[in-house]
C-alpha cells in the first residue's frame, strides 16, 4: 500500500487533500508541524511526502534539508504561498521534486502526486539488498550473483514485500494486489504457498517475516 504523509498546518486544507488523495490502495497520514512529521519519518519512510514551508514551528525547508542529508529518497513536493521565482529554485535546489504554488487545483495536485510515484516506481524497479540484487523490469533476480527463477505470482509477491519492507502487508492486500485475473475465489491458503516457495527459492527466512495474524513483511536492514 502506497503512503502519503501531509505535513500542512492548516486543518481544512491538510483535511481537504487527505480526501483527494486517499484510495483504497493509498494511506494518507497527516502532521500539522515539524516535530510531530519527525516523529512519523522516523518509523517509516511513506513513498511522498507533501511539505509546506511556513509551519508553527519552522520552515520545512529545514526538514527537507535532514531528509536528504540523510539520503532519504521519498519524492517531496513541496506546497506554499511563497510564490517568488526565487522561492521557487531556492525550493528544487534545495532537494524538491516538486513546487506547487498556493492557491492550486486539486486535480493539477492529484495529477504531479501520481506523476511522482509513477517515476519512484520506475526508479525503485531495481534494488540490491543484502546478499540480494532484484531487478524487477529485467526481470533478473541474483543471490551472491546466482540467478534465481521466480514465477509471475513470485515476483508480484517479492516485489509489494521489498517495495514496502518494513511495513506488515496484510494477507487479504497482498492477495487483492497479486491475483489481480478477475478470480472471484483464490484459495486462503495460495498466498502461504507462495510465500514459503520465495523464502525457500530465495532463502529468506530471515528477510520475510511472519506477522502472525496479519500478514507478511520484508524486514529492514537494520532489524
Known amino acids: ?79 506554499t504561498a511563497n510564490d ?17 504554488t498556493k492557491p492550486f487545483s486539486l486535480a493539477v495536485l492529484r495529477a504531479r502526486v501520481n506523476t511522482q510515484l509513477r517515476k519512484a516506481g520506475i526508479a525503485n524497479a531495481s534494488c540490491n539488498i543484502g546478499p540480494y540484487s532484484f531487478d524487477f523490469t529485467a526481470q533478473l533476480f541474483r543471490i551472491d550473483g546466482t540467478p534465481v527463477e521466480l514465477s509471475k505470482t513470485e515476483q508480484k509477491l517479492l516485489r509489494l514485500l521489498v517495495e514496502n519492507r518494513g511495513r506488515t502487508m496484510e494477507r487479504a492486500a497482498l ?17 502461504s504457498v507462495t510465500v514459503k516457495r520465495l523464502r525457500d527459492k530465495l532463502n529468506a527466512q530471515n528477510f520475510i517475516k511472519t506477522v502472525y495474524g496479519i500478514g507478511y513483511m520484508w524486514v529492514n536492514d537494520n532489524e
Open 175 to 191: 492477495v487483492d494486489r497479486i491475483w489481480t485475473d478477475g478470480a472471484e475465489y483464490v484459495d486462503e491458503n495460495a498466498l
Open 84 to 100: 517568488t521565482d526565487d522561492d521557487v529554485v531556492n525550493g528544487l535546489e534545495q532537494g524538491a521534486d516538486d513546487y506547487i
Open 1 to 79: 500500500m502506497e503512503q502519503i504523509v501531509i505535513i500542512e498546518d492548516d486543518t481544512g486544507l491538510n483535511h481537504g487533500l487527505s480526501k483527494a488523495l486517499k484510495t483504497d490502495s493509498r494511506q494518507i497520514i497527516s502532521c500539522r508541524d515539524l516535530a510531530s512529521a519527525r516523529e512519523q519519518l522516523a518509523c517509516q519512510t511513506p513513498d511522498l511526502i507533501l511539505l509546506d514551508l511556513n509551519l508553527p514551528d519552522g520552515n520545512g525547508l529545514t526538514l527537507l534539508h535532514e531528509l536528504r542529508s540523510r539520503s532519504s529518497e521519498p519524492p517531496v513536493i513541496l506546497l
